[in-house]
C-alpha cells in the first residue's frame, strides 16, 4: 500500500491547527510517539554504533518499529494502515484519523523523489504531519520531538512535546559520564609542568 502517493482529486479542507490538537487531545497518540521514539533512542544510545548515518537510520527504524507495535497493540491503528519501507527511497508512515504521519529525524537530508515533492506540498489525500525528534551532535541527549505541519518548504504548524511529561525511559546517557573516573596525566621528560590559576 503506497499511503504517500499523489491525490487525484484535490481536498477539500485545508489543514486546522485546532482540529488536529482536537485529535490529539482525544487519544493517547501523543503519549505513544513519545514512549516509542525515547525507547528507541535508549536502544541506539547504548549500542556500540560508530557511524552517525548508521545510527541515524538505526534510530529511525527501531522508532517505527516501536511506533507501529504499539500503536497496533493499542489498536489506534490497523495493520494495512502502516507502511514501513526497506529503502531509504520510501518513508516510514501511517494512517491516523485524517492524516498521514511521517517520521523523520529533525535536520536530516531528503532524497528528491516524488514521494518527498508530495509531503512537501502536502499533494496526498490527507494532510501530512511529521513526527520529527531532534537529537544532539554526540547522541547522547534527545532533545525534542514535534508534530509538523509543513506546506512548500515552510512551516505552517508545529506541536512540541514538551520533554518534561514524556515517561518511560530516561531522555539523556548522562549516565555514561557518571562514571568515567578521573584521568591520570603523566610528562614526557623534558616538558614542564605549567599550573593555570592556582
Not at 87 to 111: H, M, P, R, T
Not at 122 to 150: G, P
Amino acid at each position: 500500500m503506497n499511503i504517500l502517493q499523489n491525490t487525484l482529486f484535490p481536498r477539500e479542507n485545508e489543514f486546522s491547527p485546532e482540529g488536529f490538537e482536537s485529535f490529539l487531545a482525544s487519544r493517547e497518540f501523543e503519549s505513544i510517539v513519545s514512549d516509542s521514539i525515547q525507547q528507541a533512542f535508549n536502544c541506539v544510545s547504548q549500542d556500540d554504533i560508530e557511524v552517525k548515518r548508521v545510527k541515524s537510520d538505526v534510530m529511525n527504524s527501531k522508532s517505527f518499529c516501536y511506533l507501529r507495535d504499539q500503536l497496533l497493540a493499542s489498536g489506534v491503528v490497523s495493520e494495512n494502515n502502516v507502511s514501513m519501507s526497506a529503502s531509504g527511497n520510501v518513508k516510514n508512515c501511517f494512517v491516523c484519523g485524517d492524516y498521514i504521519f511521517v517520521l523523520c529525524k529533525e535536520g536530516a537530508s531528503q532524497n528528491d523523489t516524488s514521494i518527498t515533492d508530495n509531503i512537501n506540498n502536502q499533494s496526498c489525500d490527507k494532510d501530512i504531519i511529521l513526527i520529527k525528534y531532534l537529537i544532539n551532535s554526540s547522541w547522547t541527549e534527545l532533545l525534542a520531538i514535534r508534530f509538523v505541519y509543513a506546506l512548500g518548504g515552510s512551516v505552517v504548524y508545529s506541536h512540541d512535546i514538551p520533554l518534561s511529561t514524556i515517561s518511560g525511559v530516561a531522555l539523556t546517557n548522562r549516565s555514561i559520564i557518571d562514571n568515567v573516573e578521573s584521568a591520570k596525566v603523566t610528562l614526557k621528560p623534558g616538558i614542564k609542568k605549567h599550573v593555570v590559576n592556582e
